[in-house]
């Protein structure tokens, strides 16, 4: 069925440094591709989405490519900011219907 | 807009009481979702709606959960009786048409003793 997979983390890193959080997706239909961020004790918000295969969703310095001959959405960011410091969940439409699937979240640490 | 608002955000109660949850989707959605999200078993859909029908109830863990949503702003989530499994943050959420961006409300954390 339709599944996304993220790195695991904990990932942490020193502020300015480059950040990547991998994501894969299983290669069924045509799915959008959103990456949520949660902050903690609160719930998630939609940090960037892309719709189609080449498609870059960016936001708040970050970014993510919809790659399709390699069924990935990675997130990258050039500088982290100690305000990054959150949980990062990978997200596909799931086909036929308005459900999302969730990866199972990366923690995201950024020490000053 | 207030965007999604879920009452309580916190709710602490003794294992068999009664248990309801609330919702208020963002004004003009017609998708509304609900969550539950542990360590274990991280973010998991429990249900979702359109235009207030139920749609997929496949994730309702059993028939200790209901949900109900009796017009386009507002829904419910009840768990009866309780157990302290259900322990979790049940997050709500809303969204408009096919554009599959979610918008989800601050949580409630349930603790069941």
């Known amino acids: 069925g339709d599944s996304v997979t993220q790195m695991e983390g904990p990932v942490t890193l020193s502020e300015e440094a480059f950040l990547t959080i991998n994501c894969t997706y299983t290669?069924?239909?045509?799915?959008?591709l959103f990456w949520y961020v949660q902050y903690p004790g609160e719930g998630l918000q939609l940090l960037l989405k892309?719709?189609?295969?080449?498609d870059k969703g960016s936001n708040k310095g970050f970014e993510a490519t919809y790659r399709k001959e390699t069924t990935s959405f990675h997130l990258e960011k050039g500088s982290v900011q100690v305000s990054d410091s959150a949980v990062y969940f990978c997200?596909?439409?799931?086909?036929?219907?308005?459900?999302?699937?969730f990866g199972k979240g990366t923690k995201l640490t950024v020490n000053p | 807009d207030a965007g999604v608002i879920q009452s309580p955000r916190h709710e602490v109660t003794e294992m068999g009481q009664e248990v309801t949850l609330r919702c208020k989707p963002i004004?003009?959605?017609?998708?509304l979702f609900w969550y539950r999200q542990t360590m274990m078993r991280g973010l998991e859909l429990l249900i979702y709606?359109?235009?207030?029908?139920?749609?997929?109830d496949s994730g309702m863990p059993e028939d200790r959960f209901s949900a109900k949503m009796p017009n386009a702003s507002f829904s419910t989530l009840k768990i009866q009786p309780s157990e302290p499994r259900d322990s979790a943050v049940y997050f709500c959420?809303?969204?408009?048409?096919?554009?599959?961006?979610?918008?989800f409300g601050p949580g409630t954390r349930l603790t069941v003793t």
């Open positions: 959420a809303s969204s408009f048409g096919t554009s599959s961006e979610q918008y």
């Open positions: 290669a069924t239909g045509y799915p959008s």
């Open positions: 892309a719709t189609k295969a080449d």
């Open positions: 997200a596909r439409t799931q086909g036929g219907s308005e459900k999302l699937v």
């Open positions: 004004s003009g959605h017609d998708y």
């Open positions: 709606f359109n235009n207030n029908v139920p749609i997929d």
